[in-house]
């Protein structure tokens, strides 16, 4: 089946460090890729889409010149997280779905990057 | 906007049946899924209803009415792996591919 990686899954950094983080779509083309931010016990937060060759589209409240999106390829999206601080530290999320138009593809999801800023 | 209500938490015995529910407000409506996930682990994809009524895959089965705005999860014969988080999520909005998740149920499942 569809499988999405994500890597790394998991970073310690220091604060004020970028940290990247990649996003593959291993058996099929995605035109777009979504990220997702998860705290702990709660749901996940749909940060910004990633449109393979133009700019992202982020929701409302989430900093662009934080958070770098850059989707290079149809298989290949990554997050940049620019000088993090500990406030930054989560579970990030990337999805990808197979197919386009509207249908019951599934959004297949990466298995998730913890990171943690010191 | 989008906004999903589900109940926070559900305990339950194992060998039960248990039904997560979710209310939904969005504009433009193309489906309610649910998804599952284990603490520490990445959502895993479970139904998906675009149309009402119920829709069965093994032990889950789930149901979608458009009218109420309304859909649940209903799982049967209980196990212990079954206890996770578990999430209805809608796509709707301008885009017919963003999914928004509501807030989850944490399943609780007790021998």
């Known amino acids: 089946g569809a499988v999405v990686s994500q890597h790394p899954s998991w970073v310690i950094c220091k604060s004020g460090t970028s940290v990247k983080i990649e996003c593959r779509s291993l058996?099929?083309?995605?035109?777009?890729m979504f990220w997702y931010r998860q705290f702990p016990k709660q749901s996940l937060m749909l940060m910004a889409t990633?449109?393979?060759?133009?700019?992202?589209?982020?929701e409302q409240g989430v900093e662009k010149d934080k958070f770098l999106i850059n989707h290079a390829s149809l298989t290949l999206s990554t997050l940049t997280v620019t000088s993090a601080h500990p406030e930054d530290s989560s579970f990030y999320i990337c999805?990808?779905?197979?197919?386009?138009?509207?249908?019951?593809?599934?959004?297949?999801f990466g298995d998730g990057t913890r990171l943690s800023i010191l | 906007g989008q906004s999903l209500e589900q109940p926070s938490e559900v305990t339950a015995v194992e060998g039960a049946i248990v039904q997560i529910n979710c209310t939904y407000q969005?504009?433009?409506?193309?489906?309610l899924s649910w998804y599952q996930q284990h603490d520490g682990g990445a959502p895993t994809f479970l139904s998906y209803?675009?149309?009402?009524g119920l829709e069965e895959t093994g032990r889950f089965s789930s149901f979608l009415s458009r009218s109420d705005s309304y859909g649940y999860l209903l799982l049967q014969e209980l196990q212990m792996k079954d206890s996770a988080s578990y999430f209805c999520?809608?796509?709707?909005?301008?885009?017919?591919?963003?999914?928004?998740f509501g807030s989850g149920t944490r399943l609780s499942i007790r021998p």
């Open positions: 999805s990808a779905r197979d197919g386009t138009g509207v249908g019951n593809q599934p959004q297949h």
């Open positions: 999520a809608v796509r709707g909005g301008s885009s017919a591919s963003k999914i928004i």
């Open positions: 058996d099929f083309q995605a035109t777009t």
């Open positions: 209803n675009a149309l009402d």
């Open positions: 990633s449109n393979e060759g133009s700019k992202a589209t982020y």
């Open positions: 969005t504009s433009g409506f193309y489906g």
